[in-house]
């Protein structure tokens, strides 16, 4: 009898522990409610500037001169190998964490170091974070990525020139608009900015975030990564969406966006054929809502989407310059994006 009942109790508390473990790991996020018709924002778009954005791309892939600790420089690459050794061609970091001290207290700004190993070392990398708290609903985080690395590979040496106009200067000057500009606004939710390193290495930047940051309080991530290039002038892109109901409330969103803004932008609306090539990947591995924004670089045969392919052909090579790059194209999906985020945290003002 007595045995009996221990054995019962042992074979109760295994079964207790299976359930606690099946229930552990995976939070389930339902889709955030997003409403039929944003609530406009005052200015928001009229004070996105052309110039102002084409000229964050031509400073981070060498096109144009910076000013980084009141030096000249020239970013000719943003390696990451090259950017945390201290090469002079490679200051994008500082750089950006610089304009971003511009406009954001610095209670608001992190600096994320992170170890990357390699075959041979450990190094120690960053990846940059922007908090803008929510006013009614801070716990809910709605996040803009974009890695700011670049690398080139068969061609060209990496920590001497990586242009990475494209792939992904185009992202990451849209997140130095975001900083720029929704500091101006209030909303519901908590908007962070993220640039990732370590990108190109296995998304190092995302996987240590994941690491070393909670992620349950993320409603929505839309990472921008390779947008700029349009050699046909369809203004053709492809939303990567994957099959979670929360991140297709996020494209939802973006199409919505791009609909009711009247943006002249088309699209493939990628599913079960979402690729995992970038820095949302890791995201979906641990069940976050979340969303890439591409070009038309996947032939994917959409019905209604994208007629072929139009990716760039100097992905990861020297030539990934903004002469290459379709930049009103590339500032028209980082009008939707901006637009899109700011739906999503829901503006107050
Ligand atoms: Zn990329």
Not at 87 to 114: G, S, T
Not at 310 to 319: E, I
Request: proline content about 6%; glycine content about 8%.
């Amino acid at each position: 009898m007595r045995t009996n009942t221990r054995k019962f109790l042992l074979v109760l508390f295994i079964l207790l522990l299976a359930q606690l473990a099946c229930n552990l790991p995976v939070r389930q996020i339902g889709p955030i409610s997003i409403p039929g018709r944003a609530p406009t924002l005052p200015d928001l778009d009229s004070r996105l500037q052309m110039e102002n954005y084409s000229a964050w791309v031509r400073k981070l892939s060498g096109a144009e001169p910076v000013q980084v600790g009141g030096q000249p420089a020239l970013i000719t690459t943003r390696y990451s190998y090259a950017m945390f050794t201290g090469q002079e061609n490679a200051r994008a970091f500082d750089f950006v964490l610089e304009q971003v001290r511009q406009w954001i207290p610095e209670d608001q700004i992190e600096v994320d170091e992170y170890p990357y190993t390699d075959a041979e070392h450990t190094y120690t990398w960053k990846n940059l974070i922007v908090t803008l708290p929510g006013k009614s609903l801070p716990d809910e985080v709605v996040v803009l990525s974009a890695h700011l690395d670049s690398i080139v590979v068969r061609e060209g040496n990496a920590l001497e020139a990586a242009p990475g106009a494209d792939d992904n200067a185009v992202g990451s000057a849209a997140l130095l608009e975001a900083a720029r500009l929704l500091p101006q606004y209030r909303f519901e939710r908590t908007i962070r900015l993220i640039w990732f390193t370590g990108e190109e290495s296995s998304s190092a930047g995302s996987r240590a975030y994941i690491q070393d940051h909670p992620i349950n309080n993320i409603v929505a991530l839309i990472n921008l990564d390779m947008f700029g290039y349009d050699s046909t002038g369809d203004r053709c892109f492809e939303l990567h969406v994957g099959t979670n109901p929360a991140s297709d409330a996020i494209g939802q969103a973006f199409v919505q966006t791009i609909q009711q803004d009247g943006l002249n932008l088309h699209f493939d609306y990628l599913t079960g054929q979402a690729t995992d090539r970038s820095d949302h990947a890791p995201f979906w591995e641990v069940n976050t809502p979340a969303i890439l924004v591409m070009e038309n670089f996947f032939d994917d045969g959409i019905p209604g989407g994208c007629a072929g392919v139009d990716g760039t052909p100097f992905y990861h090579r020297p030539g990934d310059t903004s002469e290459t790059i379709n930049l009103p194209f590339a500032f028209d999906i980082t009008r939707a994006a901006l637009a899109t985020v700011a739906r999503l945290a829901g503006p107050l003002d």
